[in-house]
């Protein structure tokens, strides 16, 4: 399977630190997206990063990419108390458009 | 900014009824997708439709369950009777496939008693 998966599972921080969270998945992917949910909401988009790309940015995150590694890593600065929630990857395979997997999670809490 | 719709928020039914859970997809995209999520577990993909046709499913999307495009513009997916199992936040999701980037909805919570 294609899971990737989360770490840490959970990371409490005080505001203002930057956040670090780690995905690792097991087979070639064509892209790897990181999503946010707040408790039982839905499912935000952060951004997406390709096979091909090793790092990209996106305002206040930074997202790498090792594919030899098989792992990603998705980096918030400076972070804010409205920055608490679950951070997921989700990786697809190598023939286009298709399903998504998950990996479980980190849920991020940002100390006031 | 165009966003994925679903109605309702939040779903109770009785065991063995039917449901339907709706969703707008974003206006110009061309994938659709249904994935849900028990309560404490991961995001799990259900079934992708493309062309008026379903594309991809899971083991878990078998004969009780089925998809619809009766519109331009509205996707469902249908529970024909539901189990307690059944009890999750089903999120429809779409994608204008360029680089497969899916835009999700706020999910409907279903609770099957």
């Known amino acids: 399977s294609q899971q990737g998966e989360e770490d840490p599972q959970a990371l409490s921080i005080q505001e203002g630190e930057n956040a670090t969270m780690n995905c690792s998945y097991k087979?070639?992917?064509?892209?790897l997206q990181w999503y946010r949910q707040n408790s039982g909401r839905g499912l935000v988009h952060l951004i997406l990063?390709?096979?091909?790309?090793r790092e990209k940015h996106s305002g206040r995150l930074r997202v790498t990419l090792d594919t030899s590694k098989k792992s990603s890593s998705l980096l918030i600065t400076a972070s804010r108390a409205a920055d608490t929630a679950s951070y997921f990857c989700?990786?697809?395979?190598?023939?286009?458009?298709?399903?998504?997997?998950f990996g479980q999670g980190t849920r991020l809490t940002i100390n006031p | 900014e165009p966003e994925v719709t679903q109605t309702p928020s939040h779903q109770v039914t009785q065991m063995g009824q039917e449901v339907i859970l709706r969703c707008v997809p974003i206006?110009?995209?061309?994938?659709f997708y249904w994935y849900r999520q028990i309560l404490g577990q991961k995001v799990e993909f259900l079934v992708s439709?493309?062309?008026?046709?379903?594309?991809?499913k899971s083991e878990i999307f078998d004969d009780q369950f089925s998809v619809e495009r009766p519109d331009g513009s509205n996707f469902t997916l249908k529970i024909r009777s539901t189990k307690l199992e059944d009890s999750a936040m089903y999120f429809c999701?779409?994608?204008?496939?360029?680089?497969?980037?899916?835009?999700f909805g706020p999910g409907t919570r279903l609770t099957v008693l």
């Open positions: 439709f493309y062309n008026n046709e379903i594309s991809e």
């Open positions: 087979t070639s992917i064509n892209n």
């Open positions: 999701a779409s994608s204008d496939g360029r680089y497969n980037e899916q835009f």
């Open positions: 206006s110009n995209h061309l994938y």
């Open positions: 989700a990786t697809d395979g190598i023939q286009g458009a298709q399903k998504l997997v």
């Open positions: 990063i390709r096979s091909n790309e």
